[in-house]
């Protein structure tokens, strides 16, 4: 029975979690639970999984154990529990992956800005103390178990799919005009919102691109990306001789976060069966005008670490912005643009520093933000 700590429990990712427990009761029980506003969501998941262990933490709260974020820490650190899952959304993610892996115990890893703005330090950490980082993202979970099959000493590339996100197919001159409802219109995946703006803009696979080369060390010109509409196929692998290796199966997150609380071993699942039959599959490079923070995120990727943790900040500025009206869909990229256009550290060697251009780089984007109003 492995228990698992569930960090972002009334989110998208946090709730397939819960209902994957639900599935296998043999094998998984919660041992805490956090959520950062939703207190009613967190108390009603509490009871019904029989924890007391919960955390609010982005507002204090007597109806919980612990509050804010510090009282995440602590539930971490406190809690008798072999794995957490940390979906917690953004930059905030990143403090929680440090203490799940200080207090030994593995990390499933939903939050790809812990990866992106301290890929290094955290897999330093995570080798040191001897816990297991497992990737939540479909894609890296399906390079993950690729890998973990053929030996990471075989894989020559890995390339990452993509569905192109709600304006795949909007003429160039439609971005200006969308709105943020029509960015949340995802053509295949149910996520979160910010993910969703992400994923129309590509920017998601940037950061996705970022951690594939973080996660399985490999330089930017051994990664690509493809449009593949159907979202059937999560990610490929190319071994030594040239032969390509797809992970496939319908898209349901519910499995790569079954992989991640199941890991080493494997457990028997039929929510996300595919018959070959029934889909023809498509794809296609994208086109870098349409989605120029991918190209971005190439280019951060080749500038350093630095670039790379600003890149993540700029974005979610940048979202925030998109989703408040302040700026059109097209100023995302400005802004991120315009923030890169500093010059950031190649190399940061402790959490401070990474901080310190997390700060930086969003202090940047809010003047630019104003300078678009």
Same mark, same amino acid.
């Given at each position: 029975?492995?228990? $698992?700590?569930?960090?972002? @429990?009334?989110?998208?990712?946090?709730?397939?979690? +819960?209902?994957?427990?639900?599935?296998?009761?043999?094998?998984?029980?919660?041992?805490?639970?956090?959520?950062?506003? *939703?207190?009613?969501?967190?108390?009603?998941?509490?009871?019904?999984?029989?924890?007391?262990?919960?955390?609010?933490?982005?507002?204090?709260?007597?109806?919980v154990r612990y509050s804010g974020s510090e009282g995440l820490l602590?539930?971490?650190?406190?809690?008798? !529990?072999?794995?957490? +899952?940390?979906?917690?959304?953004?930059?905030?993610?990143? !403090?929680?992956?440090?203490?799940?892996?200080?207090?030994?115990?593995?990390?499933?890893?939903?939050?790809?800005?812990?990866?992106?703005?301290?890929?290094?330090?955290?897999?330093?950490?995570?080798?040191?103390?001897?816990?297991?980082?497992?990737?939540?993202d479909s894609e890296h979970s399906a390079i993950f178990s690729m890998?973990?099959?053929?030996?990471?000493?075989?894989?020559?590339?890995?390339?990452?799919?993509?569905?192109?996100?709600?304006?795949?197919?909007?003429?160039?001159?439609?971005?200006?005009?969308?709105?943020?409802? *029509?960015?949340?219109?995802?053509?295949?995946?149910?996520?979160? !919102?910010?993910?969703?703006?992400?994923?129309?803009?590509? @920017?998601?696979?940037?950061?996705?691109?970022?951690?594939?080369?973080? +996660?399985?060390?490999?330089?930017?010109?051994?990664?690509?990306?493809?449009?593949?509409?159907?979202?059937?196929?999560?990610?490929?692998?190319?071994?030594?001789?040239?032969?390509?290796?797809?992970?496939?199966?319908?898209? *349901?997150?519910?499995?790569?976060?079954?992989?991640?609380?199941?890991?080493?071993?494997?457990?028997?699942?039929?929510?996300?069966?595919?018959?070959?039959?029934?889909?023809?599959?498509?794809?296609?490079?994208?086109?870098?005008?349409?989605?120029?923070?991918?190209?971005?995120?190439?280019?951060?990727?080749?500038?350093?670490?630095?670039?790379?943790?600003?890149?993540?900040?700029?974005?979610?500025?940048?979202?925030?912005?998109?989703?408040?009206?302040?700026?059109?869909?097209?100023?995302?990229?400005?802004?991120?643009?315009?923030?890169?256009?500093?010059?950031?550290?190649?190399?940061?060697?402790?959490?401070?520093?990474?901080?310190?251009?997390?700060?930086?780089?969003?202090?940047?984007?809010?003047? $630019?933000?104003?300078?678009?109003?």
């Open positions: 029975m492995k228990r $698992i700590i569930i960090l972002g @429990a009334t989110g998208s990712i946090g709730r397939q979690a +819960l209902n994957i427990i639900s599935r296998h009761p043999e094998s998984f029980m919660v041992a805490g639970l956090s959520a950062h506003h *939703d207190t009613d969501g967190l108390l009603e998941a509490a009871e019904l999984y029989g924890t007391r262990q919960t955390c609010l933490s982005g507002s204090r709260s007597n109806l602590t539930l971490i650190r406190d809690t008798d !529990a072999d794995m957490v +899952l940390n979906a917690v959304a953004g930059a905030d993610g990143l !403090a929680p992956s440090f203490e799940a892996i200080r207090s030994g115990k593995d990390l499933a890893l939903a939050n790809k800005e812990t990866i992106v703005m301290a890929g290094r330090l955290v897999m330093e950490a995570a080798q040191v103390l001897g816990t297991k980082i497992v990737p939540v890998v973990e099959r053929f030996g990471a000493s075989s894989l020559k590339s890995v390339i990452i799919t993509a569905s192109g996100g709600a304006f795949r197919d909007y003429p160039l001159e439609k971005l200006a005009t969308v709105t943020p409802a *029509d960015a949340l219109a995802h053509p295949t995946w149910n996520m979160g !919102a910010k993910i969703t703006v992400d994923s129309a803009s590509m @920017a998601n696979k940037g950061l996705e691109l970022i951690e594939a080369s973080r +996660l399985f060390n490999l330089d930017p010109d051994r990664i690509n990306v493809v449009i593949h509409p159907e979202s059937r196929v999560h990610s490929f692998i190319r071994t030594l001789d040239g032969s390509l290796y797809a992970q496939m199966s319908r898209p *349901d997150m519910r499995i790569p976060i079954l992989n991640a609380f199941s890991w080493p071993e494997y457990i028997e699942e039929s929510v996300a069966d595919m018959d070959p039959t029934d889909i023809a599959m498509h794809f296609y490079n994208p086109d870098l005008k349409r989605y120029p923070l991918l190209g971005l995120a190439f280019s951060a990727l080749a500038d350093g670490e630095g670039a790379c943790t600003a890149y993540n900040a700029a974005n979610e500025v940048a979202v925030e912005a998109f989703m408040r009206e302040q700026i059109r869909f097209p100023g995302i990229y400005d802004i991120v643009a315009g923030t890169l256009d500093t010059n950031f550290q190649s190399r940061l060697d402790d959490i401070d520093a990474v901080m310190a251009v997390d700060s930086m780089a969003r202090t940047m984007a809010e003047s $630019i933000v104003k300078e678009h109003q």
